[in-house]
T-cell receptor, first 113, second 116 residues
Framework: GQQLNQSPQSMFIQEGEDVSMNCTSSSIFNTWLWYKQDPGEGPVLLIALYKAGELTSNGRLTAQFGITRKDSFLNISASIPSDVGIYFCAGRGSGGGADGLTFGKGTHLIIQP | GAVVSQHPSWVICKSGTSVKIECRSLDFQATTMFWYRQFPKQSLMLMATSNEGSKATYEQGVEKDKFLINHASLTLSTLTVTSAHPEDSSFYIC????????????FGPGTRLTVL
């Protein structure tokens, strides 16, 4: 099946620093999604990307859909304590919304005040 | 908008019993819902795709007779774990497809299942 490689696995940063994480795939995805999951809760959608090359922002978050459709990155600027959590990338194939998502293994973000 | 609820939020049961988990889309209709499973410190793994009014589609390796899925209405899908065993203990998360505006998936808060 399809697999996503997400890196880094974890990040220890100081409050105020910028954060960057990415996902790569051996196969093409038509949609890239970025979610944040807090402990014991379901994932919350941060950004959805639908076109190759698309660059989308949501507040301090910016994500891009790679030109090859095999990768995506998420940047967080000026991190704050509430950014702590696990961030997952997810890809969706050619079936569109009828397809389930393939998730990366997650990036655990830890912020030191 | 696009709120998905799950019930119960956690459940503890004895080995051999069956447990039903409900997933509801509260403010939109969802012809398609998905069930995922997440083990501690791991990612979400798709178990099955649930379509309203038809049989669910299961991912490879997921036993359809063990994980019964019913999607009887446009706002409700249920997952029943039959004859649960300790290895079925996990965090079960559903999502619903919102297709009129964003065509993306919104997730429920998850159900923590512990089988003794």
């Amino acid at each position: 099946g399809q697999q996503l490689n997400q890196s880094p696995q974890s990040m220890f940063i100081q409050e105020g620093e910028d954060v960057s994480m990415n996902c790569t795939s051996s196969s093409i995805f038509n949609t890239w999604l970025w979610y944040k999951q807090d402990p014991g809760e379901g994932p919350v959608l941060l950004i959805a990307l639908y076109k190759a090359g698309e660059l989308t922002s949501n507040g301090r978050l910016t994500a891009q859909f790679g030109i090859t459709r095999k990768d995506s990155f998420l940047n967080i600027s000026a991190s704050i304590p509430s950014d702590v959590g696990i961030y997952f990338c997810a890809g969706r194939g050619s079936g569109g919304g009828a397809d389930g998502l393939t998730f990366g293994k997650g990036t655990h973000l830890i912020i030191q005040p | 908008g696009a709120v998905v609820s799950q019930h119960p939020s956690w459940v503890i049961c004895k080995s051999g019993t069956s447990v039903k988990i409900e997933c509801r889309s509260l403010d939109f209709q969802a012809t398609t819902m998905f069930w995922y499973r997440q083990f501690p410190k791991q990612s979400l793994m798709l178990m099955a795709t649930s379509n309203e009014g038809s049989k669910a589609t299961y991912e490879q390796g997921v036993e359809k007779d063990k994980f019964l899925i019913n999607h009887a209405s446009l706002t409700l899908s249920t997952l029943t774990v039959t004859s649960a065993h300790p290895e079925d203990s996990s965090f079960y998360i559903c999502s619903a497809r919102e297709w009129t505006i964003t065509d993306t998936q919104y997730f429920g808060p998850g159900t923590r299942l512990t089988v003794l």
